[in-house]
């Protein structure tokens, strides 16, 4: 058998095994074959990291990083790229592991990829130097809770954020507190908000809060996270700072799992 028809045969296995693990909503490029072409959103989400892939060290020699939300791996596989020593990847979908785990195997990248949702992120008992929260805030019914629970148990220095925006880009000035009576501006376009969606959003029943962009620097911030960049419309990389505890105890309330 001639070389070329060898590495056909190859060729067709793999994309015979990439459509067994379809739909794709990450679309990578496995031995030059890409596992979702025609995504309604272009080349994603490389055309999205495209905007902002300068933001994050170059070399994460080192380091360690956690994917919540990993989904195919797209960004698991780029910071394993860019040198980190340990890449742990989570999702609660298991269709979108078994996608992840095939395209680390094809490509030979070490990581570890676990089913496990953002409320139990304290089971991982260890904490990383980048966490990434892309493309997941605005699928959870309780958003503030994952950010403060990502904060305590998992974040040391970095978190790569994303969330989808609509409503107002503006901010408008708020004041740390106001009087019962007193003028707020609550109705002022660019006062941090929440949109709320009962049914579905763009054909998604899991679109549950839409922030606009006040809102998810507002709750950034709330989390403890200090706000370094903004490299692109919908992405900001931040630094984790302390929190302070009130009287009644720990600023995230749900019950930790795993041990303090």
Known sequence: MSTSLQSKTADDTL???IEALGPWFHNLRLN??????????????????????????ADLTGKSVLDIGCNAGFYSLEMKRRGAARVVGID??????????????????DIEFRHLPVWDV????????????????????????ALDLIHRHVARD??????????????????????????????????????????RYSRDETNWWIPNRACVEAMLRSSGFALLAQPEEEVYLCRWQPVA???DGPHCVYPARAAE
């Open 15 to 17: 994309q015979d095994q």
């Open 32 to 57: 030059q074959i890409q596992t979702a072409p025609h995504h309604f959103l272009g080349d994603y989400p490389e055309v999205k990291f495209a905007a902002f892939r300068h933001a994050i060290p």
């Open 92 to 109: 609660s979908d298991e269709r979108y592991l078994a996608q992840a785990r095939f395209a680390a195997e094809v490509v030979g990248a």
């Open 122 to 145: 304290a089971l991982l008992g260890e904490k990383f130097d980048l966490v990434i929260f892309m493309g997941v805030l605005y699928h959870l019914r309780h958003p503030l809770l």
């Open 158 to 199: 970095l978190l790569l954020f994303q969330s989808m925006q609509r409503g107002s880009r503006d901010i408008v000035p708020v004041n740390e507190d106001y009087e019962f009576n007193e003028p707020a501006p609550f109705d002022e376009p660019g006062y941090p908000k929440m949109h709320f969606v009962e049914q």
């Open 245 to 247: 505890t009130p009287p």
